[in-house]
């Protein structure tokens, strides 16, 4: 039996798979800041319905996955350790001065500097030095270090980031740094930069670093205590936790790289999504997970999981492999507000678990998109999950309400209003991840999910031309089912600079030193895979390289065929740059003739986990006729009109195969609803998913 657990900002949701595939699902609330109590409600839930106990259940449980939010809530809410800077002499400033970074803000005036996680007063300056190519110019001074540590240690510190100059050509000055530290401070908690980020960019690497020392220790105790309370509670196997590249990995790994867990839930929902495209077909996906606090945007392009190696959290850079996922404050729980210019806003702040929106009844008095969809009639009050959990309608009417008299609008059309501004908000994040990278959304299959993507995305897709929608089975815990249907994942990354002349010529020395590094990276993965006993059949390496035009800075990484290359790979590889270049900027843009740079290389090893083998059920031709009705409900299903109309409500639950209806509607579930707009179609396929496509119009001539 296998069990994956995703906290989200609202819900926690586990999802139960048996050794026949058929899977199950709950939802227990968050509780933070004791997140793992969440988990241990999830369970009860669980055995509760199995009629079991807690400690039968993880006794039958032979893989558990856990996606978590810690890393992340410590760097935005700033709760993590203290930690001491270790640098070279003379670059204390590197890390505060960050780089120049205007996000979305158009006013220059307006652009503040990142506040950094490491203060002035904890930074410490070492003579050593190592140059551009790895050679030692200057020893490291171990007094010097030993007296900072000595200082840092008296302030109260027991976390330290270790970055050198050049640390990724020549590490030896920084491991002898860790192990002073951890003679003068046996439990401290040390991070170096050549091991949590070893590529060129002395504040993405600083900045990286100071990540993972900042939430490690928070993340170190979390997961501990938790595979601690579920070994006691009856588990006889460890637990594994989601990382940002897509891949499970021990708590061993993930707690000493913390930095690579802070997109660990959304990169579940990508996996899941990825798998659903290869099960039906689809190479390309835009996902669109909306939770309640937030909403995460990836692309699946031609089958592959779009990826990136420099990510911002909170502004921070995070210089590693990971998903790419663009998050924006938009979800169930973001608060309605009105900007000084009297306009109708919605987000980044958001009602969260506690108190949650009006109408869940907890103290909460704000407006909240949740509540919106409740005076608008998108939401039954007495059967929000399931009818376990009813909401107060008048509660949400009340706050609606009184967003409305500050904003000069009735209660139904700033209900309304906020529901348009957040779909637009939602849709700017899909933008900003196809139009800016020269793609186009209209090509793409939106996959919704979440507990309250299935009420937006059919607005969302209106809004960017997008004609399918896919609502997956499970789509309010799809990242938690993500999460079982995860592999092992262990990537590693390396900065080197190799110049290749026009063509992809390149001399024999360089060449073998290309296949240096990447023997190098594919021996970690390698002994990664091998500490989880994965058999050699199911291992799977993939090898890219990042590079760039000569003089220029604008990189892609290009997948290499093997471990090692020939003159001819590296002819391919080019080209295939070329291509990718000309695809984003255009095809005056590309520079071939100038030659290129190599200057990252990456290996990810992958342990392939076997998963029960589930067949698609036959269509029952007595379903394919609609769905089953529950009866109608007053409600806005027109996308350019606040009016509440009757409408038809569907039983997801009872509705199978082949069934079909048009538009206006509402599908609705324990756990999430579907709206099905006018101009929409919905039909269930073979496999449960609601497919919603927009009716084509066409045009008189």
Known sequence: MRIGVDIGGTFTDLVLEDETGHRRTWKAPSTPPDFGAGVLAALDLAAADLGRDRAELLGETGHFVHGTTVTTNVVLTRTGERVGLITTRGFADTYPLARQYRGQEQDPSKVTHPVPLIGASDTVEVSERVDYAGRVAAPLNEDDLRQGVSRLLGQGVRAFAVCFLWSFRNADHERRAKELILEMAPDAYVSISAESCPVLGEYERTSTTAINAYAGPALKRYAERLDEDLRDGGL??????????????????????????????????????HHLGERLGEENLITFDMGGTSTDVALVHEGRIQTTSLQRLDRQALAIPMIDVTSVGAGGGSLGWVGVDGTLRTGPH?????????????????????????VLGLIDPGYFLGGQVPLDADSARRAVGGLGERAGLSTTATAHGMFRVVNSVMADAIRLRTVFAGLDPRTFTLVSFGGAGGLHCAAVAAELGIRKVIVPTMASVFSAAGLISSDLVYSYTKTATTQVAAGGILTDDALKDVNGILAELDARARADLAQHDVPEEDRVLRYGLEMSYLGQILNFQVDAPARSLGHEDIAALVADFDERYRAVYGPGAASPENGYTLKNYSVTGIGRIHRPSVGAPSPDPADAAGFVPKGTRAAAADLESAELTEIQVYDGRASRPGARADGPALIEYPDTNVLVPNGFTAAVDVHGNVVLEQVRHERED
């Open 236 to 273: 006889s196997r460890p637990i594994l936790l989601m990382k940002s590249d897509g891949g499970a990995a021990s708590i061993a790994s993930a707690v000493t790289a913390a930095a690579q867990t802070v997109y660990s839930g959304p990169a579940a929902g990508v996996v899941a999504a």
């Open 350 to 374: 958001s009602a969260g678990a506690v108190p949650g929106p009006a109408c869940y009844g907890k103290g909460g008095t704000d407006a909240s998109v949740t509540d919106a969809n409740v």
